[in-house]
């Protein structure tokens, strides 16, 4: 939302590509998906696999508070002070979405406290299929789900499906256990999607998060471009 | 005044961070004090003529023009509990952001630039409802409402409560709310030292020990 004309003291606006200070604010990329298809697991995969070489925050939206956040910590991806909980009043896709205002200022805190960042993550708590970020909170988003969830998803579509930026199919490993149809839902994902890119991980494999942070890195070169 | 621009600001959807917050109504709901429409109603009278009148007091004296750094201050003093102070004061920030980006004003410029971090959000609140073009009546009854529909939203979340009946504890409670938001413009007129200092002592030790739960789905 740019109302055309600056103001001094904090941003009063969401969406600016720079800070008050002038400079570039971090690109932010959101993560939703439904509950346990892997969102925290891709999350601090992400983290592990860019921390060498990039400035990064995490900010997550728990239903019950400090969860995600906690594992994040206990898993060491980040230091403490890089991951901000963001409570969600029983509904984290108002607070990625409908009323962004506490996100916003968990980003805007992390640039000032540990700052410059290149890249913020935000991650949604586990929600439905129609769950999406606010253009004003993040630049792109990722949509994680998962072959146990029943491979009918990408078929069935909803918002998160069909928009997301990049949509990642995780646990390809357990596709032969739950009887998942791997070809089909690379089809009718494409079918949804038309054309936006879809990746498929499987995180305890050699690849891991690998196609996943490749998007990221292009996201990231097109941003600072 | 515009009062459209009342129900603007007034609308449970405007985004300024209040979806979040119970008002107490979560540890209410844990210690069984609120249990169905009859009890949430109970709660909510309770605070309406506490906190609200305190609340709206505050929003009605910003929007009637008075210097918004005391009136901070005097919000700081009329809230005992630091739980609750720093509740106010994130979501002072959270309405600070959603004010500028829809009635932006040197005033709230000025206010934003001396509290960053935010300040009191019945302040900002009536500071608001001032850069919209509303009056101290208005201001206090946005403040007050919204004192008694935050619990009632968050009652329909906790208990799942019927939305029909908590819906109509907020319609009841209407012409209480018109007298307390018209005591609280009345008294925003006589000046800061005028202003009501009602407290609900059993809200702000819930809030103290609600701030510390380690599992919550409201931030207060």
């Known amino acids: 939302m740019h109302l055309g004309h600056t103001h001094d003291g904090p941003a009063a606006v969401s ?37 060498d070489r990039l400035s990064i925050a995490v900010v997550t939206n728990d239903i019950y508070t400090r969860e995600d956040a906690d594992f994040l ?19 984290p896709h108002t607070a990625i979405r409908d009323d962004i205002s506490a996100n916003l200022e968990a980003v805007e805190d992390l640039e000032d406290a540990v700052g410059p960042l290149d890249l913020i993550l935000v991650e949604s708590g586990g929600d439905n299929l129609t769950a999406t970020f606010s253009k004003g909170l993040v630049d792109a988003q990722i949509f994680v789900i998962d072959v146990a ?46 054309g936006l890119p879809v990746a498929f991980t499987s995180l305890t494999s050699a690849e891991g998060v690998g196609p996943v942070a490749d998007w990221v890195r292009a996201r990231l070169a097109a941003w600072t471009a | 005044m515009s009062r459209a621009a009342l129900l603007v600001l007034a609308d449970g959807r405007f985004p300024a961070g209040g979806h979040a917050h119970s008002g107490g109504a979560e540890p209410a709901v844990a210690e069984g004090r609120v249990h169905d429409a009859d009890s949430l109603a109970d709660f909510c009278r309770g605070r309406l ?3 609200g009148l305190t609340a709206a007091a505050l929003a009605a004296a910003a929007a009637h023009g008075l210097d918004p750094l005391a009136l901070d201050a005097a919000a700081d003093a009329r809230t005992p509990s630091p739980a609750l102070r720093a509740t106010a004061r994130r979501l002072g920030r959270q309405m600070m952001r959603a004010a500028r980006a829809t009635w932006p ?14 300040a009191h959000q019945p302040v900002v609140l009536g500071l608001t409802a001032r850069s919209a073009g509303l009056g101290p009546e208005d201001a206090a009854h946005c403040a007050a409402y919204e004192t008694v529909s935050g619990p009632a939203t968050a009652v329909v979340r906790l208990l799942s409560l019927d939305p029909y009946h908590a819906t109509a504890v907020l319609a009841r409670l209407a012409p209480e709310t018109d007298r307390v938001a018209q005591a609280a413009a009345e008294a925003a007129r006589r000046g800061i030292d005028a202003l009501p ?24």
């Open chain 2, 49 to 51: 003529h506490t906190a």
């Open chain 2, 105 to 118: 004003s040197p005033e709230l410029d000025a206010l934003a630039a001396a509290r960053p971090r935010g």
């Open chain 1, 73 to 91: 910590l206990n898993n060491a991806v980040l230091p403490p002070e890089r991951i901000q909980a963001v409570e969600t009043g029983a509904c």
């Open chain 1, 149 to 194: 969830g029943g491979d009918d998803i990408p078929r069935k579509g909803g918002p998160g499906v069909t928009t997301a930026d990049l949509l990642v199919v995780n646990k390809t490993d357990l596709a032969p256990y739950v009887g998942s149809d791997l070809e089909r839902m690379a089809l009718d994902a494409e079918k949804q999607r038309g």
């Open chain 1, 15 to 51: 969406a600016d590509a720079t800070r008050p200070d002038g400079t570039r604010r971090a690109l932010r990329i959101g993560l939703g998906g439904p509950v346990g298809s892997g969102k925290t697991a891709t999350v601090a995969a992400l983290c592990r696999e860019l921390r």
């Open chain 2, 197 to 220: 200092a009602a407290s609900a002592p059993l809200l702000d030790i819930t809030a103290e020990a609600h701030a510390a739960w380690p599992v919550r789905l409201f931030a207060s």
